[in-house]
């Protein structure tokens, strides 16, 4: 038990069925002081009994869990949790899995949030024992958004029962979260549009602008909507080694990259077809509530 550590003292009175079906009683660890973990550590501490931030530096833990108002611990305090969240980067989310999931207790539900899931599910269902319920999440939000109440997180049930599902997103809505069930092929297909593609036509404008303009003429000739998108870039630049691995990652990207680069040849070309083409798309993206 790390000093300092509240509540940690009474693990071993928990019965091994865990407390999930007690709703108000639950105790939620997120693993990972970072951007992410915090953020998720104030979105969902009063959706639960008990929040533990959990880092492998448990002194940089303390020092933000007193920020936000929540437990802190090294990795043993897992041991006490219904629900861990695992809010690692990517690359480190199987490492971080291994360290913690022999010591969870059984019936409880570990979480990822990683952007991408064709590989990394597989790798944590190798390691995770059977006694232990997955779900992969994947906030549809970075760590610097504020609260807001169209927040949207997406849910994947890979090895969990109806009961162990239900509970948690009932969670995630008690923290104002929109709840959007999913599988592991959809996700991963349709982020490689939302996200990678829509990632790589900012990448490749940020080229383009630095290659044909001065900075100094970007800033005296900036439109309102390049204001906004200056904006969005200089967010990239925070996220970039995020943006890449994203990119990497996704088995789906490949085939959507090049549907993308075809259709900024024929734009580029003025092609009528494909300018009758972009009317009809930006006719039905316009109804779109987001």
């Known amino acids: 038990m790390q000093a300092g550590y509240r509540g940690f003292e ?21 693993v990972g002081s970072g951007g992410m973990g915090r953020l998720l550590a104030r979105l969902l501490k009063a959706s639960v009994h008990q929040l533990i931030l959990v880092s492998r530096d448990v002194d940089r833990a303390k020092l933000i869990a007193k920020r936000i108002g929540v437990d802190w611990g090294g990795y043993e305090s897992t041991a ?6 695992v809010a690692v980067p990517q690359r480190f989310v199987v490492d971080t899995v291994s360290k913690i999931s022999q010591g969870l207790k059984a019936g409880s539900i570990i979480a990822d949030i990683s952007s991408v899931k064709t ?25 610097s958004v504020r609260r807001s109440p169209k927040l949207k997180v997406v849910v994947i049930p890979v090895r969990c029962s109806k009961v162990s599902l239900d509970r948690f997103i009932l969670v995630l809505r008690n923290a104002g979260l929109s709840v959007i069930l999913s599988t592991v092929e959809e996700h991963d297909r349709i982020m490689s549009v939302i996200q990678c593609i829509h990632h790589l036509s900012y990448m490749a404008l940020a080229l383009t602008l630095i290659e044909y303009v001065k900075p100094e003429d970007i800033s005296r000739y900036s439109t309102a909507s390049l204001a906004h998108t200056l904006r969005m870039l200089r967010r990239f630049r925070r996220i970039l080694d995020v943006v890449k691995e994203i990119q990497e990652s996704n088995p789906y990207y ?7 680069i075809e259709y900024v040849r024929l734009l580029s070309l003025i092609d009528k077809r494909a300018w009758n083409m972009l009317r009809d798309a930006l006719d039905k993206l316009s109804r779109i509530e987001v």
Do not use: M, N, W
């Not at 944590?124 to 760590?143: M, T």
């Open 10 to 30: 009474g693990e071993g009175s928990i019965p091994e069925d865990s407390r999930l079906i007690q709703e108000d009683r639950l105790t939620l660890a997120v």
């Open 119 to 143: 590989y990394i599910v597989p790798e944590v269902l190798k390691i995770l024992p059977d006694r232990i319920d997955y779900i992969s999440l994947h906030p549809l939000f970075g760590p």
């Open 80 to 85: 006490c949790a219904d629900i861990c969240v």
């Open 254 to 260: 490949g085939e959507c990259k090049v549907s993308f």
